[in-house]
């Protein structure tokens, strides 16, 4: 069995039941109001009836291959059509986190880190605790350095720099604000993110000139 068919399966059900009941309820009261009428026979108005079970089930069919068409759509454009593995996943401090008990989670993501010192996923989750839940920018800058230099992948570099830029920008430090915008600007130049940076880069400069 493949590992969607519980999550395709808990899909339709759902689909089912909320579509199902209401779409035969709307049938029935649309036939009964055809009888009232006299538009149709009560012998017509019995078969309408039988028939909407199988025009039910059509309909929950067709709304779940649309969801389930949509869902893997979207997938795969952010994954890029399936060719991006998705960011990995930890249980552990997920749920720490969800819980509020952000110390514990960093603790865990530091274990981790000292296992495999090459997960740039997990420091860049470690960097976004110490920044934003546990005022520790230092302990954010070495993580996000160290996912930096870590890794060859574009996608990864990228967000570590953006953080690194995001994270000297609101702890005022100009100097290495200034060092990361022009490693920015000139590695990304042409494109959008480099051209802001490249932008913001020039503002500084004319701010520290006075």
């Known amino acids: 069995m493949r590992d969607s068919d519980p999550v395709d399966s808990l899909l339709l059900m759902r689909v089912g039941l909320y579509f199902g009941p209401a779409c035969f309820f709307i049938l029935t009261a649309l036939w009964t109001k055809l009888l009232v009428e006299g538009t ?3 012998g017509v108005f019995v078969v309408l009836v039988v028939a909407n079970v199988p025009i039910t089930l059509a309909g929950i069919a067709l709304i779940y291959r649309s969801i389930g068409g949509t869902a893997t759509l979207l997938a795969n454009t952010l994954t890029a059509a399936g060719d991006i593995p998705p960011p990995p996943s930890y249980p552990n401090q997920d749920v720490l986190i969800a819980q509020g008990k ?3 989670a960093a603790e865990y993501f530091r274990d981790h880190v000292r296992v495999d010192p090459a997960d740039c996923d997990a420091r ?11 005022a520790d920018p230092e302990g ?13 992948d574009p996608r990864r570099q990228f967000t570590a720099t ?6 000297y920008r609101r702890t005022g430090r100009r100097d290495r604000l200034t060092v990361e915008l022009a490693r920015f600007a000139e590695r990304y130049r042409g494109t959008p993110h480099g051209e802001a940076a490249a932008r913001e880069l020039k503002e500084l400069k004319a701010e520290a000139r006075g």
Not at 124 to 134: C, F, G, Q
Not at 162 to 167: P, R, T
Request: charged share 30%.
């Open 40 to 42: 149709i026979s009560t």
């Open 102 to 104: 952000y110390a514990e």
């Open 124 to 134: 860049l989750r470690l960097a976004e605790l110490y920044e934003r839940h546990l």
């Open 140 to 152: 954010a800058e070495q993580q996000y350095l160290e996912a930096r230099r870590g890794s060859a």
């Open 162 to 167: 953006n953080a690194l830029i995001d994270l």
